[in-house]
T-cell receptor, first 112, second 115 residues
Framework: AQKITQTQPGMFVQEKEAVTLDCTYDTSDPSYGLFWYKQPSSGEMIFLIYQGSYDQQNATEGRYSLNFQKARKSANLVISASQLGDSAMYFCAMTLNEKLTFGTGTRLTIIP | EAGVAQSPRYKIIEKRQSVAFWCNPISGHATLYWYQQILGQGPKLLIQFQNNGVVDDSQLPKDRFSAERLKGVDSTLKIQPAKLEDSAVYLC?????????????FGNGTRLTVT
């Protein structure tokens, strides 16, 4: 069975600093996808970034990048130059056989 | 492009009552998902449709939950009878090609409180 683990329940980061949110996964299937979603207090789930298991390069989207280490089965999200609006819950998720499974999330708080 | 529409936004019912949620996915999206998100947890997949057929309903409590997607467009999720532990946010999502490499687009959710 596939499993997604986020070990940081909460993080506090100073504004303008970079932050890394950890995510590890467990699957024996060679074909899978990894996603990060942001959930502000308003509740909507916002897609941030995607990494395919066969992608050779780490995915980047603006201030977001995904540090994909396949051998370690980790897919950490890096947010550069954090902003107050980055305060939210962040979920790592994995797709396998078209089923998307979420981790438990990390609550990120940006301090002014 | 209009997003995923869900209604109602909030619902409060007593245990043993029934409730229904509605979802209209993004136009052209073949795959539709219902997720349950209990406070403090990540979303859990309840059911996944491909057009109007069920792809995965292994985590749907079928004794009380039902869902349908008539005509392969909008969908309803029903709970009958509701239990206290059903209090959660119910999220609907859709994707163009399925979840392998196509991001899911989520609605704003329905927050259900069972008293």
């Amino acid at each position: 069975a596939q499993k997604i683990t986020q070990t940081q329940p909460g993080m506090f980061v100073q504004e303008k600093e970079a932050v890394t949110l950890d995510c590890t996964y467990d699957t024996s299937d060679p074909s899978y996808g990894l996603f990060w979603y942001k959930q502000p207090s308003s509740g909507e789930m916002i897609f941030l970034i995607y990494q395919g298991s066969y992608d050779q390069q780490n995915a980047t989207e603006g201030r977001y990048s995904l540090n994909f280490q396949k051998a370690r089965k980790s897919a950490n999200l890096v947010i550069s130059a954090s902003q107050l609006g980055d305060s939210a819950m962040y979920f790592c998720a994995m797709t396998l056989n078209e089923k998307l499974t979420f981790g438990t999330g990390t609550r990120l708080t940006i301090i002014p | 492009e209009a997003g995923v529409a869900q209604s109602p936004r909030y619902k409060i019912i007593e245990k043993r009552q029934s409730v229904a949620f509605w979802c209209n996915p993004i136009s052209g999206h073949a795959t539709l998902y219902w997720y349950q998100q209990i406070l403090g947890q990540g979303p859990k997949l309840l059911i996944q449709f491909q057009n109007n057929g069920v792809v995965d309903d292994s985590q749907l409590p079928k004794d009380r939950f039902s869902a349908e997607r008539l005509k392969g467009v909008d969908s309803t999720l029903k709970i009958q009878p509701a239990k206290l532990e059903d209090s959660a946010v119910y999220l609907c999502a859709s994707s163009l090609h399925g979840a392998v490499n196509s991001p899911l687009h989520f609605g704003n959710g329905t927050r259900l409180t069972v008293t």
